[in-house]
């Protein structure tokens, strides 16, 4: 009796020692099967790190060579900077120096200006010195013309001899235009005879240096070809017609 349950207790017992390992089996089995997929899941997530590091390498390894790029780029627009700073400071030298130069052409300009107006009044000075010669020895010229065409005085006999009659000087033809019965205006001078010319033959004008002599000149022919008798009235009107301020009209 003892010995039969001894033996159903160690069936049991051993049956129970089988159950048992077999449980540890399967449940070993079980984590070593998990632990096999999990070291699997971990060996994937370690490649996918891997290829992470790898992508992230070769993005550095772009950035790196953008950014030399940019540097690169920036050392360019460095450079050109700086030449066109330097262009500007040579262009704004440049900018200065012509300023400076315009300004002391216009001072030049304007002492050249005080020069050609001063020379231009005392050459008008001049000018008008010369007229008023040239008119008094008009003047003079007529008075000694007129002299020697006056008749000679009448010598003076002894006493005690007949005078000879003085027989007068025939008076010369007067121009046209002038009433017959009008008074002569010297009574004691005899005028010259003039002809009254067809054309004027003025002389070239070269420059304003030769203004004088051209304005001579061409007085004389004035007075030549006009046949005016008194010079006087000639070189009045001609002084009239070159004073300052004379235009068509007047």
């Given at each position: 009796?003892?010995?039969?349950?001894?033996?159903?207790?160690?069936?049991?017992?051993?049956q129970e020692a089988l159950d048992h390992v077999r449980n540890s089996e399967i449940s070993t089995h079980n984590l070593l099967a998990q632990s096999v997929k999990h070291a699997k899941?971990?060996?994937?997530?370690?490649?996918?790190?891997?290829?992470?590091?790898?992508?992230?390498?070769?993005?550095?390894?772009?950035?790196?060579?953008?950014v030399a790029?940019?540097?690169l780029l920036l050392g360019q627009e460095r450079a050109t900077s700086q030449l066109s700073t330097q262009g500007w400071s040579k262009s704004h030298e440049a900018a200065v120096a012509a300023q400076t130069e315009y300004v002391q052409?216009?001072?030049?300009?304007?002492?050249w200006k005080n020069e050609h107006g001063e020379a231009m009044h005392m050459y008008q000075e001049e000018s008008i010195q010369c007229h008023e010669e040239h008119r008094q020895n008009c003047?003079?010229?007529?008075?000694?013309?007129?002299?020697?065409?006056?008749?000679?005085?009448?010598?003076?006999n002894p006493p005690g001899l007949p005078v000879s009659p003085v027989v007068p000087a025939a008076r010369?033809?007067?121009?046209?235009?002038?009433?017959?019965?009008?008074?002569?205006?010297?009574?004691?001078?005899?005028?010259?005879?003039?002809?009254?010319?067809e054309n004027l033959h003025a002389p070239s004008y070269r420059n304003i240096t030769g203004l004088v002599s051209w304005q001579t000149a061409l007085t004389q022919q004035l007075v030549q070809t006009s046949g005016v008798r008194d010079i006087g009235l000639v070189i009045k009107w001609i002084a009239a017609v070159w004073a300052k301020g004379a235009t068509f009209e007047s």
């Open positions: 009796m003892g010995q039969s349950e001894a033996n159903a207790v160690l069936l049991r017992v051993e899941l971990l060996n994937e997530e370690v490649d996918a790190k891997n290829t992470g590091l790898q992508i992230a390498n070769l993005h550095g390894q772009q950035v790196q060579a953008e790029r940019i540097e052409a216009l001072r030049e300009v304007d002492i003047e003079t010229y007529y008075l000694y013309e007129n002299l020697r065409s006056a008749p000679n005085n009448p010598s003076v010369p033809r007067r121009s046209m235009g002038i009433d017959e019965d009008e008074p002569p205006a010297r009574d004691e001078e005899v005028a010259l005879k003039t002809k009254k010319g």
